[in-house]
């Protein structure tokens, strides 16, 4: 079955950059593209990026471009996040999920399996 | 950016009764050339990743209960849960992927009256 396994919870500085990894098994992992998300203490869901592992192309909102990364490892299924200049603010779990569909030429960003997340707190 | 307005904020509903959530998106989310909307709806329990319910707007995953549906087209969609389930107690949000960035609802909390 599709898994999604992230890495352990984080505590970070201001100003500090951070690196989660997700990885993947039960798939072909170069068959889909990852989608992270976002989710603050309590509150709703904020899309942070993706990237097609096949190629390597990566997608991100204008409001986290420069701050945020998005890579993976083909040769151990594993994608990272690394977000950087980091706020308290952007103390939130962090989910990488699989997009649903990518069969065709293009890929449907609705999200199938999801990580159990991240939990990174930033804290001086 | 296409921002998603879900109501209510939270409702609460007898077992066994229908809850119905609603979700706008803030221009048409309807793409003509296949006739597909891009509006997917999850369920997120407390602490717990969310999980996929219904994808094209009205399509069950692979597995979700019957009791849930989706319905509507363009701006307006509403997800129902019939027959109202203790394990239904729930998170939901509606996302639109028609377009970058990736917008959700703000969530309606679902609890057991």
């Known amino acids: 079955q599709v898994q999604l396994v992230q890495s352990g919870p984080e505590v970070k500085k201001p100003g500090a950059s951070v690196k989660v990894s997700c990885k993947a098994s039960?798939?072909?992992?170069?068959?889909?593209?990852i989608t992270w998300v976002r989710q603050a203490p309590g509150q709703g869901l904020e899309w942070m990026g993706w990237i097609n592992p096949y190629n390597g192309n990566t997608k991100y909102p204008q409001n986290l471009q420069g701050r945020v990364t998005v890579t993976t490892d083909t040769t151990t299924t594993t994608a990272y996040m690394e977000l950087g200049s980091l706020r308290s603010d952007d103390t939130a779990v962090y989910y990488c999920?699989?997009?649903?569909?990518?069969?065709?030429?293009?890929?449907?960003?609705?999200?199938?399996?999801w990580g159990q997340g991240t939990l990174v707190t930033v804290s001086s | 950016d296409i921002v998603m307005t879900q109501s209510p904020d939270s409702l609460a509903v007898s077992l066994g009764e229908r809850a119905t959530i609603d979700c706008k998106a803030s221009q048409s989310i309807l793409y003509s050339s296949n006739n597909r909307n891009y509006l997917a709806w999850y369920q997120q329990k407390p602490g717990q990743p969310p999980q996929l319910l219904i994808y094209w707007a009205s399509t069950r995953e692979s597995g979700v209960p019957d009791r849930f549906s989706g319905s509507g087209s363009g701006t307006d969609f509403t997800l129902t849960i019939s027959n109202l389930q203790a394990e239904d107690v729930a998170v939901y949000y509606c996302?639109?992927?028609?377009?970058?960035?990736?917008?959700f609802g703000g969530g309606t909390k679902v609890e057991i009256k």
């Open positions: 996302q639109q992927y028609y377009t970058t960035p990736l917008t």
């Open positions: 039960g798939y072909t992992f170069t068959n889909y593209d």
């Open positions: 999920a699989r997009n649903r569909d990518c069969s065709s030429a293009i890929c449907y960003r609705d999200l199938d399996s």
